[in-house]
């Protein structure tokens, strides 16, 4: 079975510093990986997601992640905090619906991330 | 493009009443998702179409849980009778397929609290 785990479920950094939200992932079959961002009292949004082309995937916002299969990682960076990017972001590994074709995602739970003046 | 529609934004019931969510997908999209968040919690998917016709409903609890998604395109989410423990915000979400590469579009979510 495929499975997400995000480390840290609260993560606090300061305007202008680095940010690091860590994802790991357990899957029988090349996995493909995104990265959502949920602002309050609002859907998921598509921040940036793993296909199997390049391992370096750069999204919106600034945001860019790097697929390590080795270490078996999708951890989201990002150079530079802004007060705009508080919000909870959420990994997901795409897995097979019913042992189907199709396609469906499974979400870790969720890191929140704080952002400091 | 319009996004995905869900109404209605907020629900409170009380245990044993029913409430029915209603989704509109991006015109287009032939995968319709509803997923179940718990506060603290990532989506979990209760079921999801391609078109009007069930792919996976193994998360559904069918006792209580209906959907359906007459015509292919507006899908309907019904808990009779609700339970506490289905306080949560419903997202509806949609894709052009069910291809593992696909990039799903979320509604806004409804908001349902059981007392």
């Known amino acids: 079975a495929q499975s997400v785990t995000q480390l840290g479920s609260h993560v606090s950094v300061s305007e202008g510093a680095l940010v690091l939200l860590r994802c790991n992932y357990s899957?029988?079959?090349?996995?493909?990986l995104f990265w959502y961002v949920q602002y309050p009292n609002q859907g998921l949004q598509l921040l940036l997601k793993?296909?199997?082309?390049?391992?370096l995937v750069k999204g919106i916002n600034g945001f860019e992640a790097e697929f390590k299969k080795s270490e078996t990682s999708f951890h989201l960076t990002k150079p530079s905090a802004h007060m705009s990017d508080a919000a909870e972001y959420f990994c997901?590994?795409?897995?097979?619906?019913?042992?189907?074709?199709?396609?469906?995602?499974?979400f870790g739970q969720g890191t929140i991330l704080t952002v400091h003046p | 493009e319009a996004g995905v529609a869900q109404s209605p934004r907020y629900k409170i019931i009380e245990k044993r009443q029913s409430v029915a969510f209603w989704c509109n997908p991006i015109?287009?999209?032939?995968?319709l998702y509803w997923y179940q968040q718990i506060l603290g919690q990532g989506p979990k998917l209760l079921i999801q179409?391609?078109?009007?016709?069930?792919?996976?409903d193994s998360q559904l609890p069918k006792d209580r849980f209906s959907a359906e998604r007459l015509k292919g395109v507006d899908s309907t989410l019904k808990i009779q009778p609700a339970k506490l423990e289905d306080s949560a915000v419903y997202l509806c979400?949609?894709?052009?397929?069910?291809?593992?590469?696909?990039?799903?579009?979320f509604g806004p979510g409804t908001r349902l609290t059981v007392l």
């Open positions: 179409f391609q078109n009007n016709g069930v792919v996976d």
């Open positions: 997901a590994v795409s897995t097979d619906a019913g042992g189907t074709s199709y396609g469906k995602l499974t």
């Open positions: 015109s287009g999209h032939a995968t």
């Open positions: 899957s029988s079959v090349p996995p493909y």
């Open positions: 793993y296909t199997s082309a390049a391992t």
């Open positions: 979400a949609s894709s052009f397929s069910s291809f593992r590469t696909d990039t799903q579009y």
